[in-house]
């Protein structure tokens, strides 16, 4: 399956992404830019929200959510201020398709960001941005100045008044934290406070940013939307896996394309855009160009969306593990996540990897959760003693209770970063025993070059 190219930067056929050039508004434009926008305009801002539910459009950023029927949660307009906050704290790890939108195609989510406010009447936007992304931030500060100057935003923008107030765009800086990439903990931290997430209900539609009404997306699905004004819901879900066959209407669907990072022991690393349901071998062939040249590259298996999604080996890769969103259900992983693949290499210890993981989520982890401050650090330590060639048989045991037991109660967690522990360790654990097996049974120091 070849890349569709809906955006106009695609991932240029030989060489980085750093071959790309920024798109400037002219650029823009000249390429159909802004088309859609107007064809928003023109629909009315309650025909926008229905296109985009018949489109069946879910987020790109991890969790996959419908993104119409998020926009349909928001209460009835009052006096008062609506926001909309766009998620590019890109905190995953191994993953950057948002860098590349930000970086390369800046007009392209600022559209869809202008489509969204007129969609759920918004009247002032956020663009919280991970605070590495230094290059990032001059790009698309530069992308929102050109935007002012010519009508997109601001005073006299061309969709008129939102909530009878001009549209306006403002970027934020994160400060590094991974919990901000939560849609609450984003919110408390844009605040001003301690980025951790909040308790809910109250759910952000209701009462988000500064108590008002709030719809929270990630940059890449608001960089969807002004292909799906453009040229229609049906074009849009042309592409794509679909529904499980023999699904009922009301099962989520795979519709449309996927940006798909790819890094690790990969013969061309980059950013690609496939349709969803591209099998995971085809991406690895097509796009990576197989496996790293050199001893101990063979392909060992892969984190498909981050590490919080878990593990696929190579065994199952090979059975057929496609793309979409419901890779979860069918080779027991938590999602599809940000589709960002890390390709890891034969000679990589599991064990080290393992432990890498922990240490990273009892870092991040912001503490309110007992299940997730407690276990990601007995994770951690008891991965420390098998790395330093300590681990008992009784370890092996407690890691896997623990791990399976950190985010398995629904509704017990205020967020899902102990469910992102819990599923990274228990299926490298389950999907590589025999390395955590050998490593208990005969005990050694495990090397810590990971890939």
């Known amino acids: 399956m070849t890349p569709v190219l809906f955006r106009r930067v695609p991932t240029p056929p030989e060489g980085s992404f750093h071959d790309r050039k920024y798109v400037g508004y002219d650029d823009y434009v000249a390429s159909e830019g802004y088309e859609g926008l107007q064809a928003g305009i023109d629909a009315g801002h309650e025909e926008v929200v229905n296109i985009v539910k018949a489109a069946e ?3 790109r950023g991890g969790a996959g959510f419908p ?11 009052d006096d008062g201020p609506r926001y909309l906050c766009i998620n590019a704290d890109e905190s995953e790890p191994a993953t950057f398709k948002d860098q590349v939108l930000i970086q390369f195609d800046p007009h392209s989510v600022i559209e869809g960001i202008a489509l969204c406010m007129l969609a759920c009447q918004l009247d002032t936007a956020y663009f919280y941005i991970r605070g590495e992304y230094h290059h990032q931030r001059e790009v698309f500060e530069r992308a929102i100045a050109e935007a002012y100057a010519n009508g997109v935003l ?6 008129g008044k939102i909530n009878g107030r001009w549209p306006n765009l403002y970027l934020h800086r994160g400060a590094g934290a991974y919990i901000c990439g939560e849609e609450t903990g984003l919110i408390e931290s844009l605040e001003g406070k301690r980025g951790w997430p909040r308790i809910k209900p109250p759910f952000p539609a209701v009462q988000g940013a500064f108590a008002r009404p709030t719809v929270i997306n990630n940059v890449e699905t608001l960089a969807n939307v002004p292909f799906i004004l ?13 529904r499980p066959e023999g699904a009922p209407p009301q099962v989520p669907a795979s519709y449309g394309t996927k940006l798909m990072g790819l890094s ?20 690895i062939e097509t796009s990576g160009q197989g496996a790293l040249a050199g001893e101990g590259n063979a392909i060992k298996g892969y984190f498909h969306g981050g590490i919080s999604m878990g593990v696929i080996s190579q065994e199952e890769a090979e059975a057929g593990v496609e793309m979409d969103f419901d890779i979860g259900k069918k080779w027991n992983n938590l999602g599809l996540g940000t589709a960002c693949v890390t390709v890891i290499p034969e000679r990589t210890s599991m064990v080290a990897m393992a432990r890498n993981c922990a240490r990273f989520y009892a870092h991040e982890s912001c503490g309110q959760c007992t299940q997730c401050r ?4 007995w994770l951690n330590k008891m991965l420390d003693r098998m790395v330093a060639g300590d681990g008992t048989t009784k370890d092996l045991d407690l890691l896997l209770e623990l791990a399976s037991s950190m985010g398995s109660m629904p ?3 205020i967020c899902g970063l102990s469910d992102g522990a819990n599923w990274a360790i228990r299926t490298i654990v389950n999907k590589f025993w025999d390395e955590f097996e050998a490593i208990v049974s005969k005990p050694s120091r495990v090397s810590l070059a990971v890939v």
């Not at 453009?230 to 679909?242: E, F, L, P, S, Y």
């Not at 407690?374 to 650090?377: A, D, H, L, V, Y």
């Open 57 to 59: 459009l879910r987020g």
């Open 154 to 159: 601001g005073e006299n923008a061309r969709t």
């Open 67 to 77: 993104a119409g029927v998020k926009w349909g949660f928001l209460p009835p307009l």
């Open 374 to 377: 407690e276990g990601s650090r």
């Open 264 to 283: 690790g022991a990969i013969s061309r690393p980059g950013v690609y855009e496939h349709e969803l349901g591209i099998k995971l071998t085809d991406l």
């Open 411 to 413: 509704g017990n967690n």
């Open 230 to 242: 453009k040229h229609g819901a049906d074009a849009w879900k042309a592409n794509g896996k679909g």
